[in-house]
């Protein structure tokens, strides 16, 4: 069973994905809870906390199903370790929907929040910084600087694609399409 925080964070996350970080209301985190506005106010202290937290929140869900193994499966390839943690970013699953609706949202309020702004900064590093490890695990020669700046073109385009996926306004298989493309064009560019 969830711990309480975890409960409120899980529906922060799914009040932000349906009405944006504006219609978040304390008194409607609590119901989708099930908990008490003071029991939310007790554990985050107040609104910017409660997102503060639901942005490491979604951040760290989102570590977990782009890398879970079955304990009895095979070690993954670097390359496929690589597809792996980019391609799940994009499965029709509500959790992904959420996650990455919740991401968007926050990102958006992010352009007038300078506090959410920093975090979601710092977040941001975080995941390009994994990814420029895991192409490093591909392309070990490649330069630091290189790793980086390819890791930096695909989160980006990883978050473009998902808007527009989940806007309606490209197909889910489309979208898994471009970012495989994509990533392949920038192994290729980091080996030559």
Not at 21 to 38: D, M, N, P, Q, Y
Not at 65 to 86: C, G, I, K
Not at 88 to 110: H, K, M
Not at 145 to 160: D, M, N, Q, W
Request: charged letters at 25%; glycine letters at 6%.
């Amino acid at each position: 069973m969830a711990s309480r925080s975890t409960q409120i964070l899980e529906a922060a996350a799914r009040v932000i994905a349906r009405r944006g970080v504006r219609g978040l209301r304390v008194e409607e985190l609590a119901a989708e809870a099930g908990v008490s506005t003071a029991l939310i106010y007790y554990h985050f202290k107040d609104r910017t906390g409660i997102l503060l937290k639901t942005l490491e929140f979604i951040s760290d869900r989102a570590g977990h199903y782009t890398t879970y193994r079955a304990p009895d499966a095979e070690p993954l390839s670097p390359r496929e370790e690589l597809d792996q943690t980019l391609l799940l970013e994009l499965q029709d699953t509500t959790e992904v929907r959420e996650n990455s609706s919740a991401w968007g949202e926050l990102r958006a309020s992010a352009v007038f929040d300078e506090v959410l702004r920093q975090d979601l900064e710092r977040s941001t590093a975080v995941w390009v910084q994994e990814v420029a490890e895991l192409l490093g695990g591909v392309r070990p020669m490649a330069p630091a600087a290189a790793l980086s700046a390819s890791a930096e073109r695909l989160t980006a385009l990883l978050e473009g694609l998902s808007m527009r996926w989940l806007s309606g306004t490209l197909l889910i298989s489309h979208a898994r399409t471009l970012m495989a493309e994509a990533i392949e064009a920038e192994v290729e560019r980091l080996g030559g």
